[in-house]
């Protein structure tokens, strides 16, 4: 997606961030370009300007290029020299000259790339030339990160894979009879619920014949949904998954349910099941009537169970740090291993289904739990604005790649207003508070964890005057969505992660 944040007319008021960055090339290409080119693909693009230096004080100094044509010639030749970059992502529109004080300055405009284009790499070393971007700048991706990237780029997933040296007697028959009667609970007339167990396992999905020695085999999908523990971290060395119940702020957690704990059998699917009751045990929703019956299951048990599944179904198993699922008092928090792949943008508005795990998403929807119309994320967010609650936040997580969903259990704040018992006579009196509300949004959204912004930053980003961004920023801190540092002068802001216990408000 084109990164169309660059405006010529505010230049000197843009400082080199995680979106962008400046390069002298009085001489020729500088060949940290190429460096900056692999970060901003890998992530979430950006803009690279030629033709200007950043001074000490973070100032830039536009100090223009000898040769343009002769630039532009050079850049071109060399982002398709595939021993060079491993893939052109850039058009002709993507790259743009501009006359600053009779100086030019070239401005290319890095798209991120697709998954399927992931990792993007130089000097034809896909483990030396991998980069990605943080606040401090380019760095070299850890093996890790790359073969993550590597293992989404198919369109078949990683999780139908069929486990020849795994048998089928390593899948727990608990489970998999559990599995059926929820099945057929949703689905009595189902032509698979009457087929026998090897049979109805390979309809799942969760079983398939090996080419290799002719006989049924579990799939990855198949392990991690019905085996036992110490079979599956077998296959997933990486493999743990954790809730965690933190009601009460003098102990360390009230309850907690573990993978490993050799307690129950650590699968996908007794693991899911053990946490929706609790979360939804301590959830306080009002019931419905409808015909004289009470309904119990509310749109927010929906989304929660969507939620769930999502993050258990997007889940790299190879990564390390874990699934955890935590349920506070104030919140609930699901973080997974692996990046989004759709990205975090495309994964907001919806529309696009693209599971980490097609086949645990298929064997999550036989029982009616999630969908696959690409529409859940969005879904979970309408619904805890029905509710009246804060709205969700999703964070995204580099080396390592892990994504972070946070709903919290409490009403929005009320938004102070300075002239707050004035009459308004208006049609819309809402429209100044749906306003900031937005802004509030996109200076989250902006806000990457662990980068540290300036006001100016987020001035230049929502085009405000620099009195309503810092009242925009003081808003947000008193509620617990950043904090900031310094002096007036020198005062930075940052992102409240879910790991941190105490946010301090600025």
């Known amino acids: 997606m ?31 370009l190429w460096d900056t080119y692999s970060a901003f693909a890998n992530c979430y693009g950006g803009v690279i300007i030629l033709g200007i230096t950043e001074q000490k004080d973070g100032t830039w100094r536009t ?10 010639k050079e850049f071109w ?22 006359n600053e004080h009779g100086n030019i300055i070239l401005v290319i405009h890095v798209p991120a790339a697709s998954r399927q284009q992931r990792p993007v790499y130089i000097n034809n070393d896909i483990w030396n030339g991998t980069f990605r971007r943080n606040w401090e700048g380019d760095y070299h991706c850890s ?12 369109e ?69 949904m019905f085996g036992e523990e110490h079979q599956i971290v077998r296959e997933f060395p990486e493999y743990f998954l954790d809730y965690r119940e933190m009601l009460d702020p003098t102990i360390r957690w009230t309850d907690r349910v573990q993978s490993s704990s050799g307690e129950w059998t650590g699968n996908l699917f007794d693991f899911y099941f053990r946490v929706y009751n609790k979360l939804t045990k301590e959830l306080k929703v009002p019931f419905r009537i409808e015909g004289g019956n009470r309904i119990d299951d509310t749109p927010v048990h929906k989304a929660l169970r969507e939620a769930l599944a999502n993050c258990l179904v997007n889940t790299d198993f190879y990564l390390p740090r874990s699934v955890v699922i935590r349920l506070e008092r104030d919140k609930i928090v699901m973080e997974n291993p692996g990046s989004i792949r759709t990205g975090k943008i495309q994964m907001l508005k919806g529309g696009i289904s693209d599971p980490r795990n097609k086949t645990l ?40 790649d892990r994504t972070i969903l946070i709903l919290p259990l409490t009403p929005k704040a009320p938004i102070k207003s300075a002239d707050k018992k004035t009459p308004i006579k208006s049609a819309d009196k809402k429209a100044p508070i ?19 912004y300036k006001a100016a930053d987020i001035a230049e980003l929502l085009q405000l005057k620099d009195s309503r961004t810092k009242k925009l920023l003081r808003d947000l801190a008193g509620m617990g ?22 946010c301090r408000k600025g």
Request: proline share 5%; net charge negative; aromatic share 8%.
């Open 63 to 72: 100090t223009g290029l000898e040769d343009e044509y002769r630039l532009r």
């Open 143 to 154: 093996h890790s990160e790359i073969l993550a990237m590597l293992r989404d780029q198919p």
């Open 77 to 98: 030749d060399t982002i398709n020299n595939r021993n060079k970059v491993s893939c052109n992502l850039l058009t002709d529109k993507d790259v743009s000259a501009y």
């Open 2 to 32: 084109r990164n169309d944040t660059f405006d010529i007319s505010n230049l000197q008021e843009y400082r080199e961030n995680n979106r962008m960055e400046v390069k002298k090339a009085r001489g020729g290409l500088p060949a940290s």
């Open 434 to 452: 749906k306003k900031t509300l937005i802004q509030y949004q996109e200076i989250l959204d902006y806000m990457q964890p662990g980068n540290e």
């Open 481 to 502: 969505k950043i904090s900031s540092e310094g002096n007036n002068r020198n005062r930075r802001y940052r992102l409240c992660t879910s790991d941190e216990e105490n």
């Open 361 to 400: 998403m298929k064997l999550f929807n036989l029982i009616n739990i999630g969908e696959r119309a690409g529409s859940g994320v969005p879904d979970i967010f309408s619904v805890w604005k029905e509710v009246g609650w804060e709205e969700p936040t999703v964070e995204e997580q580099y080396n390592p």
């Open 156 to 224: 078949t997933t990683s999780d139908m894979k069929v486990l020849d040296e795994v048998p089928i007697d390593a899948l727990n028959s608990e489970s998999v009879e559990g599995y059926r009667i929820r099945h057929m609970a949703y689905k009595p007339g189902h032509p698979w619920i009457k087929l026998p167990t090897e049979k109805y396992l390979e309809q799942l999905g969760a079983a398939a014949v090996s080419y290799t020695d002719k006989k049924l085999h579990p799939t990855a999908a198949g392990l991690l």
